[in-house]
């Protein structure tokens, strides 16, 4: 530990802050000889008043008893952190993309069965019941085939005999058998045709 380093460090971080020696004195409760002598190197800060030191000049201890901001652990902190968010956002990303699922599907579905139903019991031109069923159908494949694209890739499928988790290919999910979004697949952890569940974490 370098005392003069680490002195010269507090008098940068108090003056960065806009404090003057005895503004600091009087928020950690010593006198401004007590803030003289640290920044001067000839005494160190009580352990008692560290933390409190630190956090009132915006440092941790580990950068205060180096006499220097470490920037590998800031950067550190700081990718952990961003990190996090990603994933937090992917999830809620993934997330609002299932419901999405659901809503294209149900009013897709919809949209056909109704289509069906006026065809069939309203009375109107046969031209106009053939334009009307085709329209329904024309409408319902891309919509089936962008909600399983949707379901695809958000979030992944977790084997239920190993637990791996993977993202499967669009025509691995397109062919699989299936009970809601819980399909059967071949595990590229396992080998097995295996239940795949649909979650939003890798740790789910
Ligand atoms: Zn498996």
């Given at each position: 530990m370098d005392q003069i380093q680490i002195g010269g460090f507090i008098a940068a971080c108090r003056k960065e802050r806009g404090m003057t020696q005895a503004q600091l004195a009087e928020k950690m409760n010593v006198s401004d000889r007590a803030v003289s002598k640290w920044e001067t190197g000839k005494n160190m800060p009580d352990s008692s008043i560290m933390?409190?030191?630190?956090?009132?000049?915006?440092?941790?201890?580990?950068?205060?008893?180096?006499?220097?901001?470490?920037?590998?652990?800031?950067?550190?902190?700081?990718?952990?952190?961003?990190?996090?968010?990603?994933?937090?956002?992917?999830?809620?990303?993934?997330r609002m993309l299932l419901h999405m699922e659901v809503f294209l599907g149900c009013i897709s579905s919809l949209f056909l069965f109704t289509a069906i139903l006026v065809a069939a019991f309203v009375q109107m031109s046969t031209w106009l019941r053939v334009v009307?069923?085709?329209?329904?159908?024309?409408?319902?494949?891309?919509?089936?085939?962008?909600?399983?694209?949707?379901?695809?890739?958000?979030?992944?499928?977790?084997?239920?005999?190993?637990?791996?988790?993977?993202?499967?290919?669009?025509?691995?999910?397109?062919?699989?058998?299936?009970?809601?979004?819980?399909?059967?697949?071949?595990?590229?952890?396992?080998?097995?045709?295996?239940?795949?569940?649909?979650?939003?974490?890798?740790?789910?």
């Open positions: 933390l409190d030191l630190c956090a009132e000049l915006d440092i941790t201890v580990n950068d205060l008893l180096n006499g220097r901001r470490i920037a590998m652990k800031n950067y550190k902190e700081i990718a952990e952190k961003t990190m996090l968010e990603m994933r937090q956002a992917k999830e809620q990303n993934d009307l069923v085709a329209a329904a159908i024309v409408q319902f494949f891309p919509c089936m085939f962008a909600a399983l694209k949707i379901e695809q890739i958000a979030g992944y499928y977790k084997c239920g005999k190993c637990g791996e988790v993977w993202i499967p290919k669009y025509y691995q999910v397109f062919f699989a058998p299936h009970i809601n979004r819980t399909r059967q697949m071949t595990c590229p952890g396992c080998g097995k045709f295996y239940f795949h569940k649909k979650v939003l974490t890798k740790d789910e």
